[in-house]
């Protein structure tokens, strides 16, 4: 089993779309979560970091749950601009701060 | 701030030829990452250093791949010798650790915009 789980996609939404990305971690002692996105040829940068009471910042929302050790980011009324590829990412915690990065989700928004 | 540099953007090589890339980090911090990501994966950690000193290189394949970071804050990474399925885009993070007990870490890392590496 993967340590952290993402449908590749991709996903072709239209413009104004409401889209969710579903995220599954293995080790239940991970401490910290994320949302990356990656633009097409550029390096992931930092989205939001996702926490249990979940989190919003404009028209992002991301929610984990621990007991199903599952994470999600739901994209509301979608932009062109929000094409990317978006990666869940989990830190293992220790001294490492160690990131492990899923696969990466592909979202297209089409117009 | 500046951020993340890395050189060069882009190498071709062929297989079992050497080939050497550089890191910048952002100034003032100690941490140092060297990834690996592979077209349609995720960035996959190779190697961190904390300052000049190894944290973690347990996925790097140290038959080929070597990495140092001597003086605490420009790092290179190499390969020698390249195999086919070493084409990927090496990316170098840093992150502002700073340890201290009762206060949290801050754990963002900062990524440069990647090596390009084709091996033929």
């Known amino acids: 089993r993967k340590e952290v789980e993402q449908d590749p996609g991709p996903f072709n939404v239209p413009e104004g779309a409401t889209v969710a990305f579903n995220c599954t971690y293995s080790?239940?002692?991970?401490?910290?979560f994320f949302w990356y996105r990656q633009d097409c040829r550029k390096e992931p940068k930092l989205l939001m970091s996702?926490?249990?009471s979940g989190n919003e910042d404009g028209r992002f929302t991301a929610q984990l749950t621990r007991a199903s050790q599952y994470i999600s980011l739901l994209i509301r009324d979608s932009k062109i601009s929000d094409s990317a590829t978006y990666l869940c990412?989990?830190?293992?915690?220790?001294?490492?701060?160690?990131?492990?990065f899923g696969t990466g989700t592909l979202l297209a928004v089409q117009p | 701030e500046a951020g993340v540099a890395q050189s060069p953007r882009y190498k071709i090589i062929e297989k079992r030829q050497s080939v050497a890339f550089w890191c910048n980090p952002i100034?003032?911090?100690?941490?140092l990452y060297w990834y690996q990501q592979i077209l349609g994966q995720g960035p996959k950690l190779l190697i961190q250093?904390?300052?000049?000193?190894?944290?973690?290189d347990s996925q790097l394949p140290k038959d080929r791949f070597s990495a140092e970071r001597l003086k605490g804050v420009d790092s290179t990474l190499k390969i020698q010798p390249a195999k086919l399925e070493d084409s990927a885009v090496y990316l170098c993070?840093?992150?502002?650790?700073?340890?201290?007990?009762?206060?949290?870490?801050?754990?963002?890392?900062?990524f440069g915009p990647g090596t390009r590496l084709t091996v033929t």
């Open positions: 100034s003032g911090h100690a941490t």
């Open positions: 080790n239940s002692a991970s401490q910290s």
């Open positions: 993070a840093s992150s502002p650790i700073n340890r201290q007990r009762g206060v949290r870490s801050s754990y963002e890392q900062y």
């Open positions: 990412v989990v830190n293992q915690g220790g001294a490492t701060n160690k990131l492990i």
């Open positions: 250093f904390q300052n000049n000193g190894v944290v973690d």
């Open positions: 996702v926490y249990s």
